[in-house]
């Protein structure tokens, strides 16, 4: 059976212009991300990370280059077009969660819904679902000064996949916690790629995050300087990320019904 190539970027640049000199990210980049993959994009501050995560999301243009999500070019497309993609297919992860501080973790969570046609009831069994597997019931009516960063980010988390993208593009998600709370995300993350298939982008300064990647690649001034397969090292896995696997058995693929995330 042949790798399903999910985004092929080629010959990619980036640059931008300060006062009258054009500043190069990056230039001729070329890599394949495959469907199911758990990446970690590395590499020192400047190298061009965020920018690349951001290309792959459609949030920026390349100078030059292509990048192709299924063998479609998709940034030459409308706005409206970008943006329709992107609700469909991307769910983003950042470091400094951006919720909304007057929102309820559930409020949060339901944010990407708002503007798809559903009902309230059927907006609230998907909410209700992607906190369940966050392991957030029973924080759905708190706002996010009421919880702790480990908290916000699983909250985080639950909002990029309330929708049930197939892509979950995330900007460092361990930068702003401790240990114990990043292995809580991070099991989270594994588990949505091992057991239900998502494919994962990750920006990561974290050697803990980088060591639950499948592949990782290495950025340095705006070159790929190292690509390898991870040898992943045994995960602690906390009494909560287990409960939470346990309680989601046979959910493979999709977030079913009786879950009530999208299918």
């Not at 999301?57 to 943006?83: F, N, W």
């Not at 983003?92 to 973790?105: D, E, G, K, R, W």
């Not at 998600?173 to 982008?201: C, H, M, S, W, Y």
Request: proline share 3%.
């Amino acid at each position: 059976m042949g790798v399903d190539k999910l985004f092929e970027i080629k010959s990619l640049s980036k640059s931008f212009i300060k006062g009258k000199t054009e500043v190069s990210i990056f230039s001729n980049l070329n890599m394949d991300i495959n469907q199911g993959d758990f990446l970690a994009i590395m590499g020192p501050s400047g190298s061009g990370k965020t920018t690349l995560l951001n290309l792959i999301g459609g949030i920026d243009k390349p100078t030059q280059g292509t990048v192709l999500y299924r063998g479609r070019q998709y940034h030459d497309t409308t706005e409206a077009e970008l943006s329709a993609w992107r609700a469909q297919h991307v769910g983003f992860v950042f470091q400094s969660f951006n919720l909304m501080p007057m929102l309820s973790a559930a409020g949060n969570v339901e944010l990407p819904l708002l503007l798809r046609q559903l009902t309230r009831s059927q907006r609230r069994e998907k909410v209700m679902a992607a906190l369940e597997l966050v392991g957030l019931v029973d924080r759905k009516g708190h706002k996010p000064n009421e919880m702790s960063g480990g908290q916000n980010q699983r909250v985080a988390v639950a909002r990029a996949i309330v929708g049930d993208p197939d892509i979950l593009l995330c900007d460092e998600p361990t930068g702003n916690l401790d240990r114990e709370t990043a292995t809580q995300v991070l099991d989270i993350l594994r588990l949505l790629n091992q057991e239900f298939k998502k494919t994962i982008i990750m920006v990561t300064h974290d050697p803990l995050a980088a060591q639950y990647a499948k592949h990782r690649v290495e950025l340095d001034k705006g070159m790929i300087v190292n690509k390898e397969v991870v040898v992943a090292k045994d995960a602690v896995v906390t009494q909560e990320a287990t409960a939470i696997k346990e309680d989601t058995a046979g959910m493979s693929g999709e977030l079913v019904a009786e879950k009530g995330v999208v299918t």
